[in-house]
């Protein structure tokens, strides 16, 4: 059964570094997604991304976040300047169509970023 | 702002028991979705609902969206060992915004 793969599984930076994270969706969809969940806490929606552009982001995903679809496999986040906070779960979804037309989302088995 | 809240937070059952989660916008959702994490693990699909007072069943898994398409509720009927994770409900609001429920961690004692 085809998957959302993430690189890396873990990956710890220093505040202020910038970090890449990397997904792989499932070859067939359109539409792409990062979510983040805190330890022990909900997950958040970031951004939704279809057609080479951003078509929905919330208000977490502000100036040092960024997503990028630099080729034809792979959809990455770059956090620019990392903060203490940011230290989380990473999860990319993607889907055939949109959510609001019932699409179901596939989830990556998460990238857990730590910020020391 | 939207808040999407569950309840209740934790639930500890019996095996065989039957479990319910509560998800509460607090604004009307155009469809909600709901989805099992397992304890480590990553958000999984279950199911979507559209309608106002939809009702849908996958096995001992019953879904409902409420008819102001502001509440939702997942009941488990018979709950097994392997119905253990955090449900989150999550729906997406009238300017297409995305959220996800607080969450309802069930354990099930065998």
């Known amino acids: 059964e085809p998957e959302v793969t993430q690189t890396p599984s873990h990956q710890v930076t220093q505040m202020g570094q910038e970090v890449i994270l990397r997904c792989v969706p499932i070859?067939?969809?359109?539409?792409f997604y990062w979510y983040r969940q805190i330890l022990g806490q909900k997950v958040e929606f970031l951004v939704s991304?279809?057609?080479?552009?951003?078509?929905?982001k919330s208000e977490i995903f502000d100036d040092q976040f960024s997503v990028e679809r630099p080729d034809g496999s792979n959809f990455t986040l770059k956090i620019r300047s990392t903060k203490l906070e940011d230290s989380a779960m990473y999860f990319c979804?993607?889907?055939?169509?949109?959510?609001?037309?019932?699409?179901?989302?596939?989830f990556g088995p998460g990238t857990r970023l730590t910020v020391t | 702002g939207q808040q999407v809240m569950q309840i209740p937070q934790y639930q500890h059952v019996q095996e065989g028991e039957d479990f319910t989660t509560y998800c509460n916008s607090s604004?009307?959702?155009?469809?909600i979705q709901w989805y099992k994490q397992r304890p480590g693990g990553h958000p999984v699909f279950l199911i979507q609902?559209?309608?106002?007072?939809e009702v849908k069943k996958q096995k001992r898994l019953t879904f409902q969206f409420g008819e102001a398409k502001k509440n939702s509720s997942l009941h488990i009927t018979a709950t097994q060992t392997t119905d253990v994770g955090t449900y989150f409900c999550?729906?997406?609001?009238?300017?297409?915004?995305?959220?996800f429920g607080t969450g309802t961690s069930l354990t099930v004692i065998p």
């Open positions: 979804a993607s889907s055939e169509g949109p959510m609001a037309a019932s699409y179901e989302q596939y």
């Open positions: 070859s067939n969809h359109l539409y």
């Open positions: 991304f279809y057609n080479n552009e951003i078509s929905e």
């Open positions: 604004t009307t959702l155009s469809n």
């Open positions: 609902l559209v309608k106002s007072g």
């Open positions: 999550a729906g997406t609001d009238t300017g297409n915004q995305f959220y």
